[in-house]
């Protein structure tokens, strides 16, 4: 966001402290623009904000057009707005290249006579009334923006962003429509055929009557305004694209119970093994058909004595495509088996005892386990005065990394659009030495795969510098590195020795969001929703063993990058969960924009009076 809106409004008083002139009195355009600076101002603050209004305009287009299957009414009521503010600027061009070549007199006279005639100035009147006054669209927009959330989580913009991106494009039309009719006047004044001084001083009052209405109105919205940027599903799932996985955290792995101890017995049953380890092969039949589970077994369960397995490929992180059991009943998605079908029938011992094949999770720390979390702080370059602008997940050399996205921070919250760059991720493997599990990085396991869902906000509006994951017990905790700001000259405030962390939570016991028996969130036909994310955990875990025979670790995670269009500062940063009943959903990233509402003010002015 770029607050030139400040501008704007020195400009507006401009327009409140214009003294009451006398047409008659102007004869020359010298003598008129040194007695009436006013034009000359317009211009000024409408090239400021002309610099920002391609970006903003593609931001609130993508922002409206998520709005088509909701109203029809307000789509129809937007497209009139457009409308409005599209031929106020078509007009305006006009005007600049008027200025620009050399007309002559009766040319430029009917040009001002035709400006007249267009009545922006009413045109704008009812646009202020349309989102400001009575229809209250502005409003209705501010709601809904925040209502539907599978529209608004496509727009590159924060909902509080949303409601500034629109009312800059209401104050660039404003400042337009009083720049012709103060053109027109000019000109007219200049030919001894200008209007009377009631007509400006009615503009011109209702300039400063509009004006209280529309700046108290839109600080409030924005005050209440949602300030998360999340992103919601694609149209299509792609793993390595829009989503990746943890591999082999917990998955389904069949054993017979006498592979199960170190006696080789089948004396207690399946539900006997909460936590063992696969001890040997003593069935000849499909124990060595199978890759064995080189770690920790847990949570064993007995479904039905005889069964066929379709195995996976051996380059799948899946062990098994599914499980047909002899009563008919089916783990997995079922169907054609790619691979051979494998009998695996429990047998008895000694007639006194039956060796059940069990259904268990095998937590498998090998090769093909993708499962290890960056430990190492992630910072802008502050000492360029760059700020976090962005962020997402990359996996990179089996080790997901929270990427920043950073952009040098100008003055007024101004973010430099051409410096923004995704911060390179470590290189490092966990296989290289010096690097250790617990400084490095963090590894999953049966005991340690909590993750602690928390949004952090800065209290003061300082702006995110870096983030990192912390482990607190057994879970994986993110933090937040702040540094305070000049917000009217954009410099960081010492930010080597005075930007500090946050981390999320309280002293009170965190809940659980529990998954279970969920089957993959690629599946689904609609979006995911989002999970409040403080004081929350959620764990990785396999998925439904009906769903998809345990082979998948829950929940996935997203990596689209999460950005603003334009870049903003942030003054928070969070983890959330987003899902649908019965999917296991994804873990994702979301930013928290820096608040703007303090800064949206009308500054104080000596009024001035002009004799004439």
């Known amino acids: 966001m770029n607050f030139e809106i400040i501008l704007f409004l020195a400009t507006l008083v401009a327009f409140q402290n214009a003294p009451t002139t006398n047409a008659r009195k102007y004869e020359l355009l010298e003598q008129e623009e040194k007695t009436n600076p006013y034009l000359k101002e317009i211009h000024k603050q409408i090239d400021k904000l002309e610099k920002f209004k391609h970006r903003h305009s593609a931001a609130f287009t993508i922002g409206i057009d998520n709005y088509s299957n909701i109203s029809i009414r307000i789509v129809a009521e937007m497209d009139e707005i457009h409308s409005t503010i599209d031929r106020i600027d078509d007009h305006y061009k006009q005007l600049r290249d008027c200025e620009s070549i050399k007309f002559e007199n009766y040319t430029l006279q009917n040009l001002a006579h035709a400006q007249v005639k267009r009545k922006n100035l009413q045109a704008m009147e009812q646009l202020h009334l349309k ?200 783990h997995g998605k079922g169907g054609s088996c790619n691979q051979r079908l494998h009998n695996a029938k429990s047998w008895n011992w000694w007639m006194f005892w039956e060796c059940s094949y069990c259904l268990c999770l095998c937590d498998d720390q090998g090769t093909h386990s993708d499962r290890f979390f960056n430990l190492r702080q992630v910072t802008a370059d502050v000492i360029r005065n760059r700020v976090v602008t962005g962020v997402r997940f990359v996996k990179h050399n089996r080790v997901f990394h929270l990427q920043v996205q950073q952009g040098e921070l100008l003055p007024l919250g101004v973010i430099n659009q051409t410096t923004l760059q995704w911060k390179p991720v470590d290189e490092y493997k966990i296989t290289d030495k010096n690097v250790q599990e617990g400084s490095d990085y963090h590894m999953l396991s049966y005991e340690k795969r909590s993750v602690d869902l928390d949004e952090l906000k800065s209290e003061n509006n300082s702006v995110v510098t870096g983030l990192r994951f912390k482990v607190r017990g057994t879970h994986l905790h993110l933090e937040a590195q702040f540094s305070r700001v000049d917000f009217q000259s954009g410099i960081l405030i010492k930010p080597n020795t005075t930007s500090y962390w946050i981390s999320g939570g309280n002293d009170q016991p965190r809940d659980k969001l529990q998954l279970k028996d969920a089957q993959l969130s690629t599946k689904s036909s609609g979006p995911s929703t989002p999970y409040r994310s403080n004081n929350l955990f959620i764990e990785f875990t396999n998925s439904g063993f009906k769903q998809d025979a345990g082979q998948t670790t829950l929940p996935f995670i997203d990596i689209q990058e999460v950005i603003s269009n334009p870049a903003v500062p942030l003054s928070g940063m969070g983890l959330y969960y987003k899902g649908q009943n019965g999917f296991g959903g994804f873990l994702a990233p979301k930013l928290i924009t820096y608040d703007f509402t303090s800064y949206v003010q009308l500054p104080t002015w000596e009024s001035k009076q002009t004799e004439v």
């Open 131 to 330: 989102l400001f006054g009575s229809e209250d669209m502005i409003a209705q927009l501010a709601s809904g923006n925040q209502m539907f959330q599978d529209f608004t989580c496509r727009t590159p913009q924060s909902p509080q962003l949303f409601l500034y991106t629109l009312y800059v494009q209401y104050v660039l039309a404003e400042l337009k429509a009083h720049a012709l009719v103060e053109w027109a006047w000019k000109m007219l004044r200049m030919f001894g055929q200008g209007g009377s001084s009631e007509d400006e001083n009615r503009s011109r009052g209702a300039y400063k009557r509009r004006t209280p209405s529309t700046l108290s109105k839109i600080k409030e919205l924005m005050s209440r305004a949602d300030r998360a940027i999340w992103r919601c599903d694609p149209r299509k799932h792609e793993v390595g694209v829009t989503y990746e996985e943890v591999t082999r955290l917990l998955q389904g792995y069949i054993e017979n119970e006498v592979d199960l101890n170190t006696e080789g017995s089948c004396w207690s049953d399946c539900a006997h093994y909460k936590s063992t380890k696969s001890e040997g092969c003593f069935d000849d039949e499909f124990c060595p058909e199978q890759q064995k589970c080189s770690g920790e077994v847990y949570d064993c369960r007995f479904v039905e004595s005889d069964m066929k397995v379709c195995q996976a490929a051996k380059n799948s992180n899946r062990r098994y495509e599914y499980i047909q059991y002899e009563s008919g009943l089916v």
